[in-house]
């Protein structure tokens, strides 16, 4: 089984950009599609960010994911921070016989 | 509106068994894939089992399989996990999620419920 590895924690002030990494321990990470899960506190999960770099209707455009396969890891980048987006945030992917959540990682705007 | 609703959550001895169970209303739930994940207080979520539509197909999380069972009743629009020899490290909240159709072994869970806690102590 692979793991998932984010970083504990970040913080960024409002209005600036921060990026959240998600580093697979084995297997390529562009062999399967990588999500990334919102969870505010006292909530349920939401989606943010779908098959690698894809928005749910609704979810605004300030936020993007991408995959870096030197670094064998995925990114959730989000621009122009509000304090609404201070919550925790998991990267999930999967493979043949698994589906794996990163260990989350929580964004304070402060 | 899509909804999903747990139930069965509550306080367990070790060794104790439960049965948690989801209701689904305001989607054709016998299209969907479906999937139980768990999240321990203050921890992260740990994906624990998925359905496929048709019941033919069940997966499990290595640190489940044996003692948790998922199941289905397409008529009733409900999902159920049947957790069996239940530890300590089983404490957690349960969520109840919908896979999306697009790659339904991908993991991408659509809509959550708003999870049921199952606390396992003596």
């Known amino acids: 089984n692979f793991m998932l590895t984010q970083p504990h924690s970040v913080s960024e002030s409002p209005g600036k950009t921060v990026t959240i990494s998600c580093t697979r321990s084995?297997?390529?990470?562009?062999?399967?599609?990588v999500q990334w899960y919102q969870q505010r506190p006292g909530t349920s999960p939401t989606t943010v960010i779908f098959?690698?770099?894809?928005?749910p209707s609704g979810v605004p455009d300030r936020f993007s994911g991408s995959i870096d396969s030197s670094s064998n890891s995925a990114s959730l980048t989000i621009s122009g921070l509000k304090t609404e987006d201070e919550a925790d945030y998991f990267c999930?992917?999967?493979?043949?016989?698994?589906?794996?959540f990163g260990g989350g990682t929580k964004l304070t705007v402060l | 509106q899509v909804q999903l609703v747990e139930s069965g959550g509550g306080l367990v001895k070790p060794g104790g068994s439960l049965r948690l169970s989801c209701a689904a209303s305001?989607?054709?739930?016998?299209?969907?894939?479906m999937s139980w994940i768990r999240q321990a207080p203050g921890k992260g979520l740990e994906w624990i089992s998925y359905i496929s539509s048709s019941r033919s197909y069940t997966n499990y999380a290595d640190s489940v399989k044996g003692r948790f069972t998922i199941s289905r009743d397409n008529a009733k629009n409900s999902l159920y996990l049947q957790m069996n020899s239940l530890r300590a490290e089983d404490t957690a909240v349960y969520y109840c999620a919908r896979v999306s159709p697009r790659i339904p072994v991908a993991g991408l869970f659509d809509y959550w419920g708003q999870g049921t806690l199952v606390t396992v102590s003596s």
């Open positions: 084995s297997g390529s990470i562009a062999s399967n599609y």
């Open positions: 305001g989607f054709t739930f016998s299209d969907y894939y």
């Open positions: 098959e690698d770099n894809q928005r």
């Open positions: 999930q992917s999967y493979d043949s016989s698994n589906l794996v």
